[in-house]
């Protein structure tokens, strides 16, 4: 049973959901089971956003049949890519492994022109799979500061926590605590301590935490 944190876009609440591996989703129309989310990440707890539910469900209607997923969610400490994948956040997608290259191509040019995702990998960064997601920003992860919310939020409590850096649990809402997590880590590492996670932090912190492991203080439910 896998505890699933979602970030509803519409309402700006985070929701609390327990599935099965072989039940799908929350906000899902049954084409993406639990365990195709998960993948290979170890963790029973997952997370992402309606947004990139909705846009999955959309894009599945108009591709008309089943799409093998390869990837989709890892937790920042266990890795697999680089250090502000989107993956982490749960809005990322590596799917159509199994598919020949024309068949890979008409998906990458459906995905592009579909207006459901925000970035689209061209096939020469990956020509074995097709990469879509539903990341906040050009590039990098959003500025996140106090009374942030959001799956971005739970990457930065996940990563201060697997440091040691306690944040009073994994909520996806940046309170005092993660505030003062923050500034703790700034501080330790010579930036300037503002208690913001931006370009910098974001880079300091995930290049500390990306292919760590567990450690005896990350939030593992």
Known sequence: MAKILIYNNQTNRMETYYRGENE????????????????SSQSNLLWTDRRTMQSWNNFRTLYGRPIYVGFVFKRCWEGGHGILSQHYAGVAF?????????????????????????YVEPANLTPRWVHFDNRWI???????????????????????????????GLDGIFGNRTQSATITYQGNNGLNQDGKIGPITWNSLMSEVVGKGATGTTILE
Do not use: H
């Open 94 to 118: 590596d799917v159509g492994q199994n598919l020949n290259e024309s068949s890979r191509n008409y998906m990458r040019t459906l995905a592009k022109n579909s207006g459901y995702w925000r």
């Open 24 to 39: 799908a989703m929350p906000y899902n129309n049954g084409t993406l089971k639990v365990k195709e989310f998960r993948g």
């Open 138 to 168: 050009a590039s990098g992860y959003p500025l996140t500061l106090f009374g942030s919310r959001g799956i971005y939020v739970l990457i930065a409590q996940d990563a201060l926590n697997t440091l040691g850096l306690q944040t009073g």
